[in-house]
């Protein structure tokens, strides 16, 4: 249906929003309100085209340790 598309592509725009690294996919669905499972649909398309990447921020925060 058009109304999820839209829907759809907001997830994205929001996630693309707050993808900076620093914030788990989980804080981000908390943090927009939206349930983790569309969240991290989201997620698998973006990756899937290149637009965010995978962050291992456990291994920077042991880095700087």
């Given at each position: 249906?058009?109304?999820?598309v839209?829907?759809?592509k907001?997830?994205?725009i929001?996630?693309l929003?707050?993808?900076?690294?620093?914030?788990?996919?989980?804080?981000?669905a908390?943090?927009l309100?939206?349930?983790?499972?569309q969240?991290?649909?989201?997620?698998?398309h973006?990756?899937?085209h290149?637009?965010?990447?995978?962050?291992?921020s456990d291994?920077?925060?042991?880095?700087?340790?």
């Amino acid at each position: 249906a058009p109304g999820e598309v839209v829907e759809r592509k907001l997830r994205y725009i929001d996630l693309l929003a707050y993808a900076d690294g620093e914030e788990s996919l989980l804080g981000i669905a908390e943090r927009l309100g939206f349930p983790f499972a569309q969240v991290a649909d989201a997620a698998d398309h973006l990756l899937s085209h290149g637009l965010i990447e995978v962050v291992d921020s456990d291994w920077q925060g042991a880095e700087s340790k």
